[in-house]
C-alpha cells in the first residue's frame, strides 16, 4: 500500500495507496473536524486548492450528528460529498481535552458529553465501530492522550493500556471489515506511538507496535506544550525504530516550521488545525513570512495576499478588499484567508515532494526557515 520512492537523508517521498485513491507523500490533511472545513470551504473547494486528504474527528460526528445517522447516509465521502481519502481520529485526544468528569480503565473511558452533558463510554471496540459506521479511508486507534510533562511511572502504565487497546482495535477492526454489511471494508488501521517525552518509553512502545504490523503508525502525545526541541529530539529518537515501509504520521503538527524539520527526520503525514484557525483571525502564511491582515499599513495595499499565489482568494482580490471583509465581518474574507492558508499548505507539500525528487530538499529548507520567520 506505501511504495517509497525516493529518499534525500531521512526525507522521503512516497506514495500511498488506498481504495479511495492515491496519496502522494510527504502530506498535509485538511482538518474538517466536524465533516466541514471551519470558515465556510466546502468538499469542492479542496479540490481546487490541492487538498489529498480530508480529516474529520470521531468524538465529534459520534456526538453530532451521529455516526449511525452517517452509516445510514451511506457513509462520510457521500455524506459529505468528497470522494478523496478520509483519515479520522481516535477520538482519544478529544475525549481527554474536552470531556469533563471522564473515568479512565482498563476497558476504556467514560465522560460525559461537551454538547450536551450525556454519558458516553469509549473503547477500543467502540471507537472502531464508530470509524467503521463513517467508513473512512484510515482509521486512528483509540490510545490515552496524557499531558506532559507527566510522572514516568503514569507514563509507562498509560503506554502499556495503549498497546493492549491497540491489539484489541486490530482485532476488531479485522471483525468489522469482515461484515457484509460494513460500508468500506477495506478500512485502514493507524497505531499510535505514545511516551510523553521519554525517549527509552517511547522506543519501547514503538517496537511494540511495530511488530502489529499496522497499515501505518503515528507520533502522538507532542504539539501538546513541549518545546520545539524537544518533539525534534523524540521524533529523532522514534524514527529509526518506525517501519520503513509504512506511512509515518505526526500528529497536530504544526507550523511550516516545523513540517520542514520534520520531513527531514522522516516524517510523511501531517495535520494542524492552525492553518484554518489563523486565517479565521486574518494571520495568513505567505513564503515571505507571516502577514497580519488586521494591520491598517495593508487597508489601501492593491497586491495579493502573496504574489504569485495562484488560490482563488489572491488570484482574484488585494489585500485591501480582504482586509475590508474582515473589518466589516463579513464571512467571505474570513473564507478567502482559510483557502488561501489552506492552498499554502497544500502547495509547500507539494514543492517539499519535487524538492526531494530532485535532491534539493536540504536546500530548500535552509532557504525558506529564514522567511517563514518574518513578519510581513
Known amino acids: 500500500m506505501f511504495k517509497l520512492l525516493t529518499t534525500e537523508g531521512r526525507a522521503r517521498r512516497g506514495i500511498f495507496k488506498t481504495v479511495h485513491g492515491d496519496v502522494q507523500t510527504p502530506v498535509f490533511m485538511n482538518v474538517g473536524t466536524s465533516a466541514a472545513i471551519k470558515g465556510a470551504v466546502s468538499s469542492l473547494d479542496l479540490k481546487e486548492i490541492g487538498c489529498q486528504v480530508e ?40 475525549v481527554f481535552s474536552l470531556a469533563s468528569l471522564r473515568k479512565i480503565t482498563e476497558e476504556g473511558v467514560s465522560f460525559q458529553s461537551h454538547v450536551d452533558g450525556r454519558r458516553i463510554f469509549m473503547g477500543p471496540e467502540e471507537s472502531m465501530q464508530i470509524q467503521s459506521n463513517l467508513a473512512s479511508t484510515i482509521a486512528m486507534a483509540f490510545d490515552e492522550c496524557i499531558e506532559n510533562p507527566s510522572p514516568y511511572d503514569y507514563v509507562k502504565k498509560s503506554c502499556d493500556r495503549t498497546y493492549r487497546w491497540l491489539e484489541r ?8 471489515n469482515s461484515l457484509p454489511e460494513t460500508i468500506n471494508k477495506k478500512q485502514m488501521l493507524f ?13 519501547e512502545h514503538m517496537d511494540k507496535i511495530a511488530a502489529l504490523d499496522l497499515d501505518g503508525y503515528a507520533i502522538g502525545g507532542l504539539a501538546v506544550g513541549e518545546s520545539a526541541e524537544e518533539m525534534y529530539r523524540i521524533i529523532d529518537a522514534v524514527e529509526p525504530h518506525m517501519p520503513k515501509d509504512k506511512p509515518r504520521y505526526l500528529m497536530g503538527v504544526g507550523t511550516p516550521q516545523n513540517i520542514l524539520e520534520a520531513v527531514e527526520r522522516g516524517v510523511d503525514f501531517f495535520d494542524c488545525v492552525i492553518t484554518s484557525r489563523n486565517a479565521r483571525h486574518a494571520n495568513l502564511f505567505t513564503d515571505v513570512g507571516v502577514l497580519n491582515l488586521n494591520n491598517n499599513k495593508f487597508a489601501r495595499d492593491d497586491r495579493p495576499l502573496q504574489e504569485g499565489c495562484q488560490c482563488p482568494a489572491c488570484k482574484n482580490y488585494s489585500r485591501a478588499y480582504i482586509r475590508h471583509l474582515i473589518k466589516a ?24 515532494r519535487a524538492a526531494i525528487e530532485t535532491g534539493g530538499f536540504a536546500r530548500m529548507k535552509a532557504e525558506m526557515l529564514p522567511r517563514l520567520n518574518r513578519r510581513v
Open 191 to 203: 497505531g499510535i506511538n505514545q511516551g510523553g517525552t521519554y525517549e527509552d518509553l517511547r522506543i
Open 55 to 94: 480529516l474529520s474527528n470521531t468524538y465529534h460526528l459520534h456526538v453530532r450528528p451521529s455516526d449511525d445517522l452517517i452509516r445510514d447516509m451511506g457513509g462520510l465521502h457521500k455524506f459529505m460529498n468528497w470522494d478523496r481519502p478520509i483519515l479520522t481520529d481516535s477520538g482519544g485526544f478529544q
Open 169 to 176: 482495535c486490530k482485532a476488531e477492526m479485522e471483525r468489522l
Open 329 to 352: 465581518k463579513e464571512m467571505l474574507g474570513m473564507r478567502l484567508c482559510v483557502l488561501h492558508n489552506l492552498y499554502f499548505y497544500n502547495d509547500l507539500m507539494a514543492k517539499i
